[in-house]
């Protein structure tokens, strides 16, 4: 009989991240999600992927403190 059940990832994601966010940022993230037909995690990944990605002078002028 064959195996039943989700196949093993060859990236298994071993690992967890906490974020503790205000209310009114929860809220804008659970929106944006909802808009564009993600998960907060899935939208989450994406932003961090894109940050990775970015060049560091770019990045810098995102945050200008």
Do not use: C
Not at 44 to 62: A, F, I, R, Y
């Amino acid at each position: 009989m064959a195996k039943m059940g989700r196949p093993k990832s060859d990236t298994p994601k071993l690992h967890t991240l906490s974020v503790r966010v205000t209310d009114s940022e929860l809220q804008e993230l659970r929106e944006y999600a909802d808009s564009h037909g993600m998960t907060i995690t899935q939208l989450l990944h994406t932003g961090v992927l894109l940050l990775l990605k970015t060049p560091d002078v770019e990045v810098q002028n995102l945050f200008p403190y």
